[in-house]
């Protein structure tokens, strides 16, 4: 099995970017898929963004589709979700997902355990 850590959130003001990471242990970060998703209070948890094992494809919600780009570097065994232009809406926990098979909206079998991101406007 592949675990997964994420790391990088915080509180920013609105306008502000961060990134986020995702690095992978026990199996190679290489043979998934992978995805970010978010989850705000009283809300469901939503798709953000997916690549593939390679990197060849991506996907993204619209909500933030030109302001948030996923990447890879599948040599460090890390994923990273870079948010510019952020938005109180953007405010929620996020979390890396990785699957063999699975990718886009899809579901996925191993999460991490999430990255709370605040936007104050």
């Known amino acids: 099995q592949v675990q997964l850590v994420e790391s990088g959130g915080g509180s920013v003001q609105a306008g502000d970017s961060l990134r986020l990471s995702c690095v992978a242990s026990g199996r190679a970060l290489s043979r998934y898929n992978l995805g970010w998703f978010r989850q705000a209070p009283g809300k469901e948890r939503e798709f953000v963004a997916a690549?593939?094992?390679?990197?060849?494809?991506?996907s993204y919600a619209d909500p933030v589709k030109g302001r948030f780009t996923i990447s890879r570097d599948n040599a460090k065994n890390t994923a990273y979700l870079q948010m510019s232009s952020l938005k109180s809406g953007d405010t929620a926990v996020y979390y890396c997902a990785a699957d063999l098979t699975q990718w886009g909206a899809g579901r996925y079998d191993y999460w991490g355990q999430g990255t709370q991101v605040t936007v104050s406007s």
């Open positions: 690549i593939t094992n390679g990197g060849g494809r991506t």
